[in-house]
C-alpha cells in the first residue's frame, strides 16, 4: 500500500540556517510528489512538485526538493530560512486518480 | 479568482449530536474532496467527487457519515452522531479534474472547519 513517512515531528532552526525536511514514500510505481505547506487557520498551500524529468525541483517561497528513487526520498530543502517559513509542512504522494496520500507531518519552528 | 470556502470555520458539539459543514469550491472545478485531518496527523480523504457523482469513498465511516454534491458544485458532509474521535479539521478541496494520473489537476484547499466533540 502507498505511504508517506516524514520522521521529524517537529524541527527548529534558527532564522538565515539552512533546512532539511525528511519525506520517504512507498509506492510502486513512478511517483507524482508533493510538499505543501499549512499555516495555522489556513489551508494547504503546494509548495513544489514532482512528476517527472529533472530530479531537483524548485517551487515558491525558495523552497526546492531533490527525488532521489534509490533511497525512496523525496526531502525539502531551503538554503536560509526566514521566521514566515514557521508552520506545519507536509508531503504527499499522489495514489492514484488524484487521490493524495500525506504523511504526518514536520512542524518548523524558527528562532530569531 | 475566489478559493475554496468552508463553513463553518468552528464547531463545537456534544457527542451523539449531529454536525454539517459545507464547501463552495473554485468555479468550474468539476473535482471535489472531504479530508479529515486529526491533531497530530497528515489529512486522509474522506471522499472524492466527479461532478456529482462519487469516485471514492472508500475510507468514510459510512455508519455516521454522509456526503453529497448536488448540482455538482458546492457540498456538504455530515456527521451523525458525532464521536470523540471525530474531533478534527476537516478539509474540502477541489480541482478541475483529472482522475487518471495521465491529467493531473492541482488540488486547492479550503482554510477547513475545526470540528470539536465534547
Known amino acids: 500500500a502507498q505511504s508517506v513517512t516524514q520522521p521529524d515531528i517537529h524541527i527548529t532552526v534558527s532564522e538565515g540556517a539552512s533546512l532539511e525536511l525528511r519525506c520517504n514514500y512507498s509506492?510502486?510505481?513512478?511517483?507524482?510528489l508533493f510538499w505543501y505547506v499549512q499555516s495555522p487557520g489556513q489551508g494547504l498551500q503546494l509548495l513544489l512538485k514532482?512528476?517527472?524529468?529533472?530530479?531537483l525541483v524548485q517551487g515558491i517561497k525558495g523552497f526546492e526538493a531533490e527525488f532521489k528513487r534509490s533511497q525512496s526520498s523525496f526531502n525539502l530543502r531551503k538554503p536560509s530560512v526566514h521566521w514566515s517559513d514557521a508552520a506545519e509542512h507536509l508531503c504527499?504522494?499522489?495514489?492514484?486518480?488524484?487521490?493524495?496520500?500525506f504523511g504526518a507531518g514536520t512542524r518548523l519552528a524558527v528562532h530569531p | 479568482e475566489a478559493g475554496v470556502a468552508q463553513s463553518p470555520r468552528y464547531k463545537i458539539i456534544e457527542k451523539r449530536q449531529s454536525v454539517a459543514f459545507w464547501c463552495n469550491p473554485i468555479s468550474g472545478h468539476a473535482t471535489l474532496y472531504w479530508y479529515q485531518q486529526i491533531l497530530g496527523q497528515g489529512p486522509k480523504l474522506l471522499i472524492q467527487f466527479q461532478n456529482n457523482g462519487v469516485v471514492d469513498d472508500s475510507q468514510l465511516p459510512k455508519d455516521r457519515f454522509s456526503a453529497e454534491r448536488l448540482k455538482g458544485v458546492d457540498s456538504t458532509l455530515k456527521i451523525q452522531p458525532a464521536k470523540l474521535e471525530d474531533s478534527a479539521v476537516y478539509l474540502c478541496a477541489s480541482s478541475l479534474g483529472g482522475t487518471t494520473r495521465a491529467g493531473y489537476n492541482e488540488q486547492f484547499f479550503g482554510p477547513g472547519t475545526r470540528l470539536t466533540v465534547l
Open positions: 504527499a504522494v499522489d495514489g492514484g486518480y488524484n487521490k493524495l496520500i
Open positions: 514532482y512528476f517527472s524529468g529533472d530530479t
Open positions: 509506492y510502486g510505481a513512478t511517483p507524482y
